[in-house]
């Protein structure tokens, strides 16, 4: 057999690798889609989801009340408690009560949308690593139970995972194309929708930026600042005037509620008050000072505070340690467990043996990924490692790091439920194969450069 006819057969069984692990996603994807049966699927954040679509299709006002919804009631009042772009992408069904078939219009959309993701996963994938590693980290994507079982609720995992990942790969499009600068505009643009989605997001332009001008030293100084200015304004043409029609319809820029809450329910060591075992994973609901505490963001700053001067130890083994851990647990904490938020009533993940196998694949691989990515994301900053890699690769890799250090950072000041770090596994997959690279090519170099072995 030639060289030639090799590679194209190498070549060939690739691309049919590809197809069927894009097939299966799909099939996965699909199949949870139709055959899952949520117990009562709007409630509580699904509830409100559903009630601002609905008052935004049918009263033109966006707000979280529910009453409207009944016939002949009067129009809600505006309110700004949840950030809209869920609500708006769902939007297009919410014009009636909220049915089994119009439920399954949204979450079959969402299904799509997953797919969608899985296949920019390749695409990021096969920049930064060999094919196979790009194989490896598109199938751990495909089959992950959390990323398919997103799809069956109606809640934000779905299409936040959807821009997180689209930002991804449209900031590589611009490390390789960097004279193109109006692919900033666009990243700009989707972060902001991103940050709507999950407000979360919205300090991650800073280091964004500041990542994009640090990777392109060469540019003079008017060049950087186009730059800035580029995603910034793209940022804040989406995010902007969401900010302003808070003002305009409730008196203030934004609802601090959910941060007030977000601060509170993580500040409760190991998830639970005064070390109950009932009140794990809604401590806040066993304090009895949990009303004063969350009063505004002053009074639970200063609670914060004070426990950590009362009980030092304990709070900074919480923070900094127990938190990232937690963040990154298999269970959903405030849900059903495993990959499960809301409960259900019947799954494929009970009795059919492709799902459950699937499932204990990605259980089992679960925690040694998370362990790769994060010793990679460490990794890929020091030179003699870094160096290793092609410059492209390194700099792609560091683009991951900066994403999955953000959103430790993010959530060790905030409550670090396991459910919001659901969007961040495909950058893990990706970022968990970049140590084995490393190896592999220290490997190859010593073999090729004697001189290279320990002396």
């Known amino acids: 057999m030639s060289l030639r006819s090799l590679k194209k057969n190498r070549s060939l069984l690739f691309y049919a690798a590809l197809a069927i692990i894009i097939f299966l996603g799909l099939y996965l994807r699909l199949y949870a889609i139709i055959h899952t049966y949520v117990d009562t699927p709007i409630r509580a954040d699904a509830r409100d989801y559903y009630a601002y679509a609905y008052n935004l299709t049918n009263h033109g006002v966006y707000s979280l009340s529910t009453h409207s919804i009944k016939k002949g009631a009067q129009k809600p009042k505006p309110d700004a408690n949840r950030s809209p772009g869920y609500p708006i992408f769902i939007s297009i069904f ?7 078939s119009l439920l399954l219009n949204i979450t079959l959309l969402q299904g799509i949308l997953s797919l969608i993701t899985l296949i920019l996963t390749y695409k990021i994938s096969i920049k930064i690593s ?9 199938f751990l994507t495909a089959i992950s139970p959390h990323l398919i079982n997103s799809n069956i609720y109606i809640l934000t995992e779905t299409l936040f995972t959807f821009f997180l990942v689209l930002t991804v ?12 600068k109006q692919q900033l505009f666009l990243i700009g643009i989707i972060v902001g929708l991103g940050c709507l989605t999950r407000p979360s997001l919205q300090y991650f332009v800073f280091p964004l930026t500041a990542f994009l001008l640090f990777v392109n030293k060469t540019v003079s100084l008017q ?31 934004s609802d601090e509620t959910l941060k007030i809450n977000a601060l509170h329910h993580g500040m409760y060591p190991n998830f639970t008050f005064q070390n109950q075992i009932r009140s794990y994973g809604f401590p806040y609901r066993f304090d009895p000072r949990s009303k004063e505490i969350s009063e505004s963001i002053a009074s639970v700053s200063r609670e914060i505070i004070h426990r ?22 298999w269970d959903i904490i405030q849900g059903m ?16 043996h492709l799902f459950i196998k699937s499932n204990a694949i990605m259980r089992s691989l679960h925690y040694p990924i998370v362990i790769l990515a994060v010793i990679a994301s460490i990794l890929i900053w020091i030179p003699f490692f870094s160096a290793s890699l092609p410059p492209m690769t390194t700099t792609i890799a560091q683009l991951l790091s900066l994403i999955l250090f953000y959103f430790i950072f993010i959530h060790i000041i ?16 990706i970022m968990s194969v970049i140590p084995l690279l490393m190896l592999y090519n220290f490997k190859q170099q010593k073999k090729t ?7």
């Open 130 to 138: 060999p094919k196979a590693p790009a194989l490896l980290a598109s």
């Open 223 to 253: 060049q950087k600042k186009n730059m800035i200015l580029l995603i910034l304004l793209g940022f804040t043409i989406i995010v902007a005037p969401w900010h302003v029609r808070n003002y305009i319809s409730t008196g203030k820029f």
């Open 94 to 100: 919410a014009n009636e009560f909220p049915s089994m």
């Open 308 to 329: 950590f001067k009362t009980e030092p130890e304990k709070h900074l083994k919480w923070y900094f340690i127990d938190k990232p851990i937690t963040f990154f647990s």
């Open 449 to 455: 450069n004697p001189r290279l072995t320990d002396s």
């Open 169 to 180: 790969y449209l900031t590589i499009n611009f490390l390789k194309t960097p004279e193109k």
């Open 337 to 352: 467990g495993e990959s499960f938020i809301y409960p259900i009533k019947y799954s494929p993940y009970f009795d059919k």
């Open 414 to 429: 905030l409550a670090p439920f396991p459910r919001y770090s659901v969007p961040l596994r495909p950058i893990l997959y």
